[in-house]
């Protein structure tokens, strides 16, 4: 009774991490979802900046053919100026007086020439601005770019000391395995000592059996000589007619219960599962919702599928009340289970659930199929898991009709007959193999239409990962109900088999004799517990001294065996405490190990956008830095010079104090050719800095791609060091579990053998005393003769 309360209490608390973990997956999958959506609106953000930075790009070399264009046109006018002016001067060599067609060209020149030069000084400033903007873009993308780097450096520490931490707790696991391994072998030597005592038990019980046998033998052929009465021979008028109390059957009827109970469990958690993915699927396949919305009968489909928890949840609620009421001073019959009509009216009302909600699943497989993209391989499966619904509808109909067969008899009295019974214990157990298979044959038709949805040219991520939840609530509802019909196989004996019927009858228990039955109980109880208060009466001398001797050697038997049972519950006690220390361990470690992944692979999908942004913008960044050169070196040029600065629109003109005639035209004209063909060598060394900057940034890029493809590769070699380490945690929480297992099977086996012993035992001494006393009365009556 102990072990059962004990796997109670374990599996309470394994449900209660389940529902744990279950609600930190779900805001894990937030925060990934969360995640995702940054990510997304960052690669937009960059995506508009390249635009940007192209157009601006665009802009500037439009900018610098315009300003070729425009030189060389200002070539072309100083190459006519001169020219006017060397006709100009031969015209005053000829004439004194000026020519005036010489002096209107000259003034259409010159207003020519300011039109141009405004023009260049606009372009100049555009430029500038330019320059500007692209600079500072390249600095935030080079700080942000440092920033991602040292997050990348951090968890990448992280993960290191993650690997040395799994190391060490895998070493002291194995530590833990050469110790249990030590501890196994001493529990098998103890084993051995006791089966060798146990087949001296057996031997000594051989010999008190047979003896046993020859006085039974004796004394029924004296009672059939001088006993006649018979209490059995009127089984309706028969005050005795009830049968014993059945201990060992209510010890297994509550085990067999609470084993249901967690099948029913992972039961109920599998079809919640399965119901939730389905109508996730309904809302983005074949119609995303968010995008557009979806058919109302989809929509109808959606809502019944949103009420499957009312359905769902209120079976396993009922059968854990049918599995309180089962306690070890109770009567457990089919007669005296009233929880089972609750269980079977909440099954019925599921079954109706399903049958509601078949047509509109056969509805939503057919708007599949009429898609456009559904290819005829995908129609056929469609088909298919048509036809699979069906079959899993009529099972559950089949399951229903036979668990309400079940729970009549606890309603109505005479309602069905122990043959009857078996019988439909046995078509209950076909058809939870029947469901079985129909839910395999399920699975796998829809694992082939996931391989043929994946090679859609329109699938989508979330279509992908519900599809995958959904196989894998298929497959936990595949594994439950092959653990649920294997079980109901194996117990079909127990279940079929009448733990308690009246002496001398084949008719089953009725409520009223159950009542009695326990009052029986209580008052034998009662009655044991007064002999033991009063005073005992007194015995023979040499019957006391035998007794004596049997009870102090089955004592020292029973106390050795005892304390030997009790270590080895404390051994397996403190096992099964070091084992759920380490697998809450091992989930802790998965989480984290999970999250610091998560953000490793968003940090390297940020570093490889910015990286894939920083390429494009070293080319056009190599202007802005040559321009502060060039203004620098110009400063400095200007300073030396001392001279007169006149500044205008196409930039700086320097005229020197030695230049007596300001407004002389032939130095106005040397001025400005000196000025622009300094301009174009400022240019075309600026150009060439860009260039050579250019390739340097490109250089620097491709050697940031090789580093981040060794990081990649050392990222994947460190996950398979981890995924080694987590296979060889999980092979070594199975060995522990199977030792554990083997251990509670060894010891549940002693226990059953000592209270069997136990029982023979206490049956030989009551018949060796009822013997006695009666070879004492038969000596007395012969001495009396």
Known sequence: MANVTDLQTKYSKLAQEYSKLRAQNQVLKKGVVDEQANSASFKEQLKQRDQSL????????????????????????????????AKGKKGKSKADSPSQHGLETQCVFDEDLQKKIEENERLHIQFYEAGEQHSRQESELKTRLQELEKDSE?????????????????????????????????????????????????????????????????????????????????????????????????????????????FIQDLVAALLNFHSYTEQRVHIYPLDSSIEPISPLNQKFSQY???????????????????????????????????????????????????????Y?????????????????????????????????????????????????????????????????????ACLHSLHDAIKEM????????????????????????????????????SSTGKIATFFSNNLDFFTSSGYSPRGSTLALNPLQAESMLANKKKAAAYISALKKARPQSVPYSDALSNRRVLTSST?????????????????????????????????????????NQRIADLEAQLAAAQGGSLNSPPAAASTPVQSQEEAEMEPSSGEREATLCTSLVGMLCTTPSVEHVGDEESRETLIKTHYMARVGELTTQLQISD??????????????????????????????????????????????????????????????????????????EEIDTLKLGSKGNAKKNKGR
Not at 57 to 85: I, P, T
Not at 202 to 215: M, T
Not at 216 to 241: A, M, R
Not at 344 to 354: E, G, K, V
Request: glycine share 2%.
């Open 154 to 262: 951090q968890h990448q520490a992280v993960v290191g000391g993650l690997t040395t931490k799994y190391m060490e707790t895998i070493e002291r696991l194995q530590s833990d395995k050469a110790r249990l391994e030590i501890k196994s072998q001493t529990l098998e030597r103890e084993a051995k000592e006791c089966r060798m005592r146990t087949e001296e038990c057996q031997q000594q019980l051989r010999l008190s059996q047979s003896e046993l046998n020859r006085q039974v033998k004796q004394s029924s052929s004296v009672i059939q000589e001088k006993v006649p009465f018979n209490d059995t021979k009127l089984i309706g008028y028969n005050s005795l007619n009830v049968p014993p109390h059945n201990r060992r059957h209510q010890l297994k009827a509550r085990d067999v219960a609470g084993q249901a109970l967690s």
């Open 692 to 765: 050579s900057k250019a390739v340097h940034f490109h250089s620097e890029c491709r050697a940031l791609a090789k580093r981040l493809a060794i990081a990649e590769k050392s990222r994947e070699t460190l996950t398979e060091e981890i995924k080694l380490a987590t296979q060889k945690i999980t092979r070594l929480q199975d060995e522990l579990a199977t030792t554990k297992r083997s251990y509670e099977d060894q010891l549940s086996m002693m226990s059953d053998h000592l209270c069997s012993m136990n029982e023979t035992l206490s049956k030989q001494r």
């Open 54 to 85: 192209r157009k601006q790009e665009q802009e500037m070399d439009s900018l610098s053919f315009r300003n070729q264009q425009l030189a060389k046109r200002v070539e072309l006018l100083q190459e006519e100026l001169a020219v006017s002016e």
């Open 305 to 359: 599928l949103h009420e499957n928890a009312a359905y769902v949840r209120p079976l396993e609620d009922s059968f854990l009340h049918l599995h309180q009421s089962i306690t070890e001073d109770t009567v457990t019959v089919l007669e005296t289970v009233v929880k089972l009509k609750s269980f079977a009216d909440h099954f019925s009302s599921y079954t109706h659930f399903l049958q509601k909600i078949l047509p």
């Open 361 to 429: 699943q056969l509805k939503s497989l057919e708007e599949e199929c009429d898609t456009p993209l559904c290819t005829a391989a995908l129609t056929a499966k469609n088909q298919e898991l048509q036809s699979d619904m069906k079959r899993l509808t009529s099972v559950f109909e089949k399951m229903q009709s036979y668990i309400n067969l079940l729970a009549l008899p606890s309603v109505r009295q005479d309602a069905m007959p122990q043959s009857s019974t078996s019988a439909v214990f046995t078509q209950l157990a």
């Open 443 to 478: 699975s796998k038709h829809y694992n082939q239409k996931a391989s043929l949805e994946q090679e859609l040219p329109t699938i989508t991520q979330k279509l992908c990962t519900t599809t995958e939840c959904l196989l894998g609530s298929l497959g936990s509802l595949t």
């Open 556 to 596: 020292e038997s029973r106390e050795g065996l005892s304390q030997q049972v009790q270590q080895s519950q404390d051994k397996i006690a403190r096992l099964e405490q070091e084992k759920e220390h380490w697998l809450l361990e091992a989930q802790l470690g998965k989480v984290r190990l999970e999250k610091e």
